[in-house]
């Protein structure tokens, strides 16, 4: 562990930044003027990369028409193939089983709709009480449309604390009436990483499949997929991985399997020799692509070569090292400099076990996350009473971290706070 012991100090963050050898990607992205942001695991920050991807893929648009789909400089008709073979080395996996397509919610129903297969003896699926809304509701609509009802085949994991799994309490329910366990691989809350691979080989011995929800793990935190033998897995890519308001999703099928017919076809999941025959029987790609369905969001998509160009270029290895850096700092920094406010640290200390954010709680979270924000300082609130700090490795630097902490410990000793109402805006 880092700074055991020591004072921690503003020259120890500047001197760490100055070790920093990731800490001229900074410039490469555009950070609000005035502002520390520490919100990238909601919304990651625009990057120099991505903007100019995007305005090159407009001008293809407006020189090249429809000829964009195969004349561009990334050619729309393979754009999504491309992402996707650089995404998979950030996740562990082949080229072939990664495709950029669709949204977190769309390709959760589509991995669904397309190995989900309930019969008499396995019908019931296994999920959290502490996953991301949006998950549970495609759950329980999957079971809706098998004519399954969540109250009996929804096996819902129950926290110890409201704030952490116990993997050993997931395998335990992992009985022959289960057909799919769906998890977060870093839950959204409290930043806790779920051990994938012994979740993944624990269900494997019962013959049960496994999907994992990457979105607050992607681009934080590293993964090896086919080392751990996951079945299937989708992610958002506006989080970590920088691709902007909206930007397309991710999807990674185990090449083990290829060849099913995608319970939601259609014509984007075709081989690509075969696609513009425009038959009515579908030849389907024999590789992730054929759960795509309707015609990629190329605009949407555009950022993401340059986001992942700078993934490619640093490597998960060294991210992931910075990060851990980072939240450790911050959570010393938290105990040396608030330990006076009653803030309680939700987050596991055990690196193994934290993922790329802190979440502590505070009964008066709603406004001194108002309060924050009229400071400069950018985090993020969840309900009841929960604040967010997500240190990015590639933009956020020790120095942001001190100055954070900082402005909070005066907001806290001032009472700068209760100039705000304890209730969360519309979008927290």
């Known amino acids: 562990?880092?700074?055991?012991?020591?004072?921690?100090?503003?020259?120890?963050?500047?001197?760490?930044?100055?070790?920093?050898?990731?800490?001229?990607?900074?410039?490469?992205?555009?950070?609000?003027?005035?502002?520390?942001?520490?919100?990238?695991?909601?919304?990651?920050?625009?990057?120099?990369?991505?903007?100019?991807?995007?305005?090159?893929?407009?001008?293809?648009?407006?020189?090249?028409?429809?000829?964009?789909?195969?004349?561009?400089?990334?050619?729309?008709?393979?754009?999504?193939?491309?992402?996707?073979?650089?995404?998979?080395?950030?996740?562990?996996?082949?080229?072939?089983?990664?495709?950029?397509?669709?949204?977190?919610?769309?390709?959760?129903?589509?991995?669904?709709?397309?190995?989900?297969?309930?019969?008499?003896?396995?019908?019931?699926?296994?999920?959290?009480?502490?996953?991301?809304?949006?998950?549970?509701?495609?759950?329980?609509?999957?079971?809706?449309?098998?004519?399954?009802?969540?109250e009996e085949h929804l096996v819902n994991i129950k926290s110890l604390n409201g704030h952490l799994l116990s993997e050993e309490d997931i395998v335990a329910q992992m009985t022959e009436e289960v057909a799919m366990v769906i998890l977060s691989g870093v839950l959204y809350r409290s930043g806790q990483i779920i051990d994938m691979e012994y979740i993944t080989k624990s269900a494997h011995k019962q013959g049960i499949l496994v999907a994992f929800d990457l979105c607050h793990s992607i681009g934080s935190v590293e993964h090896e997929l086919d080392k751990w033998d996951v079945d299937f897995a989708f992610w958002c890519t506006y989080k970590h991985l920088n691709g902007g308001p909206g930007s397309v999703g991710g999807l990674y099928i185990n090449e083990r399997h290829f060849g099913a017919e995608p319970g939601l076809a259609g014509?984007?999941?075709?081989?690509?020799?075969?696609?513009?025959?425009?038959?009515?029987?579908?030849?389907?790609?024999?590789?992730?692509?054929?759960?795509?369905?309707?015609?990629?969001?190329?605009?949407?998509?555009?950022?993401?070569?340059?986001?992942?160009?700078?993934?490619?270029?640093?490597?998960?290895?060294?991210?992931?090292?910075?990060?851990?850096?980072?939240t450790e700092f911050m959570t010393k920094l938290i105990d040396q400099e608030l330990h006076n406010f009653s803030f309680v640290n939700r987050t596991p200390i055990e690196p193994s076990k934290r993922g790329g954010h802190i979440f502590v709680e505070h009964k008066e979270a709603a406004r001194i996350c108002k309060s924050l924000k009229e400071h400069g300082v950018i985090p993020d609130f969840r309900a009841p009473n929960g604040i967010r700090f997500a240190p990015v490795a590639l933009y956020n630097s020790f120095t942001d971290v001190w100055d954070a902490i900082q402005i909070m410990k005066e907001i806290m000793t001032e009472e700068k706070f209760k100039h705000f109402e304890n209730n969360r805006d519309v979008i927290a």
């Not at 930044?17 to 800490?23: A, F, G, T």
């Not at 996707?84 to 080395?89: L, R, S």
């Not at 513009?276 to 993401?304: I, K, N, W, Y």
């Open 1 to 150: 562990m880092l700074f055991d012991g020591e004072l921690i100090t503003k020259s120890i963050a500047e001197k760490l930044d100055q070790q920093d050898e990731l800490n001229k990607y900074r410039n490469e992205f555009y950070i609000p003027k005035g502002s520390i942001y520490l919100d990238g695991n909601s919304l990651g920050l625009l990057s120099k990369r991505s903007e100019e991807a995007l305005l090159v893929m407009l001008e293809s648009w407006k020189k090249l028409g429809i000829d964009g789909w195969t004349e561009a400089e990334e050619p729309w008709f393979h754009l999504s193939e491309r992402l996707g073979e650089m995404t998979a080395p950030l996740i562990g996996a082949k080229a072939e089983e990664v495709i950029s397509t669709g949204s977190t919610t769309m390709n959760l129903h589509q991995i669904l709709a397309t190995y989900f297969k309930p019969d008499a003896k396995r019908n019931k699926i296994i999920v959290d009480e502490l996953n991301f809304p949006t998950d549970i509701y495609a759950i329980k609509s999957q079971l809706r449309l098998h004519g399954l009802n969540s």
């Open 267 to 326: 014509w984007f999941g075709s081989d690509k020799s075969k696609q513009f025959d425009l038959e009515h029987s579908m030849t389907r790609a024999m590789h992730a692509g054929a759960l795509q369905t309707g015609t990629p969001h190329v605009l949407s998509a555009a950022p993401l070569l340059g986001s992942l160009s700078i993934f490619e270029e640093v490597g998960m290895k060294r991210i992931r090292e910075k990060s851990l850096q980072l």
